[in-house]
């Protein structure tokens, strides 16, 4: 491209100044005017995060471009607002080798499922073990594991393959126990602008008199600002007997984490009441939903209509999408839809909008299912593990953000 | 009632009131009383400016049709490079919300896939790093530069 051309025409490159209008001149080759900077910006925005890391090379403005915080959270809010094809994260096992896997799906790209590997990077060599895998906030996900041979957090971004790790073997208030048994959430404080994990460490006693396993929790929530763990005492739950239910049936919806449990309320109660204990990560308080008696047999929570709503199944081959209409108030549970008939279907994972429902089949298969047009898409899974079986998915988006020198936040 | 647009190479469109204020920018001067004479465009060819106003005189047409719609729009944005480029530029200056956010699309859809020199070389950028800089930043993100 020759100097003379570039001269010829008034369209020139210029950081820092906004251009309305640019007098333009075709050129007869592949070489196109420049760009406006506002321009750039809203073409750059709608780029996935590996073009954009991609190209930082490109010029030093772009690389600054792609770093700056504002910048950052206008990609976020443009890929959060894109709500047909989201990609989605399943947890699961192989029961083989006894190993968890992330698999991250493309609907960009095909469609199919693969492995989010993440065994190469610098995160991979810490992490050895891990165990579960938390909801996506501005494009990080929480992962829980072994690291270094002790347990421990990660906030990961997968999409940019950097993390920061919270131990929590550090605290004194926080004894050493095994994996099992144990419950976390991993949270954002929209008015501190805080990342938040919460742990609870479940104590069981057995009652000699009425032979009734009590439950104690204690719960600690680490703050990523004030880089520590606090333990929350005193709040009601420590005087209900609740035993979390130990299947991957949460969910996090509009700054509060909800998992399901049972509540053991009086001695000589017969059965026990399935509730919804949720923690508030602003305000830092629980509290207990509960369900009504005909959500039976299983339950998975899930969001549907920006309302908390749960999908009730197991009876036959119909799936019940219930919703709260007025969230905390039980009696606005309401039946929204009914969807089915399915056959071959085990169970549901998750709602993804309002439109699709991603379930599991007989043969661990993930199928993506539209509720509007009844069409059932199958996510292809390609390389290993060989058994994979599905346990939770959660909606993800991708995101630049990172925790290296500032936190940048979008409610 | 009818507006006069008239592009940079002087050609004169006439064009519904109801068309032309999908553009923002033509939609002030309406309401600000500066439309009576023609209004000049000096930023748009007449090239350019004929399919802008087509695309807007299709989303009056076809408002209610949202399936019709988008089978226009997909069909309308398959067009080379330069001739994207310039519905961009336009749809920016006239402040067209609809075409800007599909050309965007469009050309980020085209820019995805390129490398950093293909993308140098199709928007005329000059790279104003060392190459000592430049492997730097390359090195932080390997991986972004694996298939």
Redesign the interface.
Known sequence: ?SQSK?SNTSSK?RWGRRW?????R??SN???????E??LE???V???V??L????????SW?TLVQNPTFIAKHLRHHQTKTKNPSILVEGLDKIEDLQYLLQSHPDEGGGVRVLDFK??SMGRLLTVYTKMFACINGIICIAGILRGHYGFILWNPA??KGKIIPYTQSPNCPPDALSGLYFAFGFDQNSNDYKVVRVVEHKKKSAENSITRYCNAFYVYSLRAECWTQIFGTPIHHNNIKLHSCCNEIYFNGVHHWIGFLNSEPGDSYDHHIILSFDMSHEVFQIIRFPDMFFPNKTLAVFNDCLACIVYGINEYIDIWVMREYGVEDSWTKQLVVGHLLGIQRPLQLLGNEEILLVDENQTLVLYNIGSQEIKILQRTGYPKIFMPRRAIVYVESLVSFTGGIVFES | MALELKSSDNKIFEVEELVAVQSETIKSLVEDGCADNVIPLPNVDSKTLELVLDWCKNHVDMKLDEEKLKEYEDKFIEVDQAVLYDLLLAANYLNIKDLLNRACQKVADMLKGKTPEQIRETLNIVNDFSPEEEEEIRKENLWAFEE
Not at chain 1, 20 to 24: A, G, K, N, P, Q
Not at chain 1, 30 to 36: F, G, H, K, R, V
Not at chain 1, 53 to 60: E, T
């Open positions: 491209m570039m490159w309305r209008s640019c007098r333009l075709l050129s592949n070489n196109l005017p420049s760009l406006p506002e321009l809203e073409i750059l709608r780029l996935p590996k073009s890391l991609r190209f930082r090379c490109v010029q030093k690389s190469g990077d940019i393959r």
